[in-house]
């Protein structure tokens, strides 16, 4: 252990990001101590990933089981479908107390010290914790941040967590509303319209920029929307903006035209919910003691070792890693930047690679992707020199996927034309979750669709959806 220190490592923040880099910490022989203000887990277990996807299994299986076309087809009859709404909300409740007991049992057990009260840097190499019984300060060799993020609610919009809310309270379905409307086309509003129309729930989706699901691939986004929005019949706005939201009964939203900001409709609905992207949870975190200042949207700035900056210059002791740093903000990323972290801690440099991070939004099917969209490898070509390839396989010539009779789905591989470097991934269709990690362990490898189209994959199985798409690349 470092001398003269109370730890070698302490972790402001028990969320993933924190947790991930604690594990590695204590692998790494590292005296480590995680200071929590709020929830064992923080965001992922208690009010993201773990719940919502809790919630999308058994709307999933109520769209399923009541979708007597598709049973039909498989020669399957069911009768009446019935759920439980408080059944569905305790599986999620359930799941998030098993969840945040193993992940604070997990540090108990590797002799990681937890620290119940806010933590601040209060200088170099040192923190201080306000907690119940007064406040204490640590010493430490380093100091990882890892704070977090907060729902962003725009201006003009009222939240009372009842009838107007945002993914912190969605979570817990309290209440199942006949008419919801929900504000963001991206992850959170993709899988909670999944969730509500399966459910039963009328959906409008209310999206300010000019397309929905701005920030996936345009192909992707184009079929997504066609399944999972078209074909449900829920009730888009594009182009418009919620101007103001009003909570009650009903609950009133005055939409506005984003580009013009004319005034254009105002909608009565039972419930709104909120899902306008996550914010930076960095503020009273002592960064002042230590120089550092926040980027101008209030997240941490670093480099990819994740060490925190300063005018520029990585601050000596001093890392920040998770959803507070603004690189990525997914759970697995969070704790890949911790793992990180602790790497550079521990004298061995180390970087974050992000095109091979994968993400998933956990609809019914599913999106994945890894890597670049195909406009982001066009405009990385053309100041590069190089030409873009792109390739797409589908769903429907998938044998397992006929027989599983959910074919609607495609996958496209965008590579480089001189080398067959693969760039991105995407994949819209079922399980697109889990058959994106190959395409994720070729771009960490920075392989080229020339070795890819050479692997054998098993038959048949969704994988092969890849397997078309490589040897299309090369044909
Ligand atoms: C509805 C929803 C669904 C999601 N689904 C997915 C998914 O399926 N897959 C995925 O990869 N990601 C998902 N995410 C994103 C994921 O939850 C975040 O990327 C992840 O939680 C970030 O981890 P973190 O450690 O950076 O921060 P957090 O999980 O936010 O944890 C930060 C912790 O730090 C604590 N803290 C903050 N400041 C202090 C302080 N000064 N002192 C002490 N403690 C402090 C907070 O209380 C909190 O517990 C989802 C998010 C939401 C909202
Ligand atoms: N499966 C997953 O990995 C998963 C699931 C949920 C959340 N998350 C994480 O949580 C973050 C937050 O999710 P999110 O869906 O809130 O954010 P997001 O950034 O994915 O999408 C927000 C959407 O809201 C739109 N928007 C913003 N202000 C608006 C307004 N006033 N009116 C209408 N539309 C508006 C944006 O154009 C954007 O399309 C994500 O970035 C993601 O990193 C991940």
Same mark, same amino acid.
């Given at each position: 252990m470092s001398e003269g220190f109370d730890y070698d490592l302490v972790i402001l923040g028990a969320g993933v990001g924190g947790h991930g880099a604690a594990l590695h910490a204590v692998s790494c022989g590292l005296k480590t101590a995680i200071v929590e203000a709020a929830d064992m887990g923080g965001t992922c277990v208690n009010r993201g990933c773990i719940p919502s996807k809790a919630l999308l299994a058994a709307s999933g299986r109520v769209r399923e089981l009541r979708n007597a076309h598709h049973l039909k087809s498989l020669g399957i009859q069911l009768g009446n479908v019935e759920f439980d709404r *408080?059944?569905?909300?305790?599986?999620? /409740?359930n799941l998030v107390a098993k969840i945040q007991g193993d992940l604070t049992n997990s540090l108990k057990r590797l002799g990681v010290d937890i620290i119940r009260g806010w933590g601040k840097v209060a200088g170099t190499q040192k923190v201080t914790v306000t907690t119940d019984s007064g406040e204490k300060t640590i010493t430490a060799k380093d100091?990882?941040? &890892? $704070?977090?993020?907060? $729902? =962003?609610?725009? $201006?003009? %919009?009222?939240v009372d967590g009842k009838t107007v =809310?945002?993914?912190? *309270? +969605?979570?817990? !379905?309290?209440?199942?509303?006949?008419?919801?409307?929900? %504000?963001? &086309?991206?992850y959170i509003g993709l899988e909670f319209s999944d969730v509500y129309s399966a459910l039963g729930s009328e959906v409008t989706m209310i999206e300010a920029l000019d397309q929905l699901m701005p920030g996936f691939d345009r192909d992707i986004a184009k079929l997504a929307e066609r399944v999972l929005i078209a074909n449900r019949d829920i009730e888009t706005h594009v182009g418009i903006y919620a101007k103001k939201v009003i909570p009650g009964s009903p609950v %009133?939203?005055?939409?506005? /035209?984003f580009k013009t900001k004319e005034d254009v409709d105002v909608l009565e609905v039972d419930a709104c919910l909120v899902a306008t992207g996550r914010i930076p949870a960095t503020q009273n975190l002592g960064l002042d003691s230590v120089g550092v200042e926040l980027d101008r949207r209030n997240f941490i700035p670093v480099n990819d070792n994740m060490a925190v900056l300063s005018a520029g210059e990585p601050v000596p002791h001093l890392w920040a890693i998770g959803? +507070? @740093?603004?690189k990525m903000m997914l759970a697995h990323?969070?704790? +890949?930047?911790g793992i990180v972290a602790v790497e550079n801690i521990c004298g061995r440099r180390k970087e974050v690679d992000y095109p091979s991070i994968p993400a998933a939004a956990f609809t019914h099917p599913e999106i994945s992707y890894v890597g670049m969209t195909e406009t982001a490898a066009k405009e990385k070509g053309s100041a590069e020199g190089w030409a873009v390839g792109t390739t797409k396989s589908y769903f429907k010539g998938n044998s397992k996927a006929l027989a599983e009779g959910e074919a609607d789905g495609m996958a496209k591989v965008i590579y480089r034309k001189d080398t067959g470097e693969v760039l991105g991934v995407h994949i819209f269709g079922m399980h697109a979750s889990d058959i994106i990690h190959e395409a994720?362990?070729?771009i960490a490898?920075? *392989? &080229?669709?020339? @070795?890819?189209?050479? !692997?054998?994959?098993?038959? $048949?199985?969704?994988?092969?959806?890849?397997?078309?798409a490589y040897k299309r690349a090369v044909a």
């Open positions: *408080q059944g569905i909300a305790d599986h999620a /409740n100091i990882i941040l &890892s $704070p977090g993020s907060v $729902p =962003f609610v725009p $201006p003009g %919009i009222q =809310f945002t993914s912190d *309270q +969605a979570v817990k !379905l309290e209440s199942l509303p006949e008419w919801v409307a929900i %504000i963001g &086309s991206g %009133i939203i005055e939409l506005a /035209n959803d +507070a @740093t603004g990323a969070a704790s +890949a930047q994720s362990a070729a490898n920075r *392989q &080229s669709v020339h @070795t890819l189209a050479h !692997l054998v994959h098993a038959h $048949p199985t969704l994988s092969e959806v890849l397997d078309e």
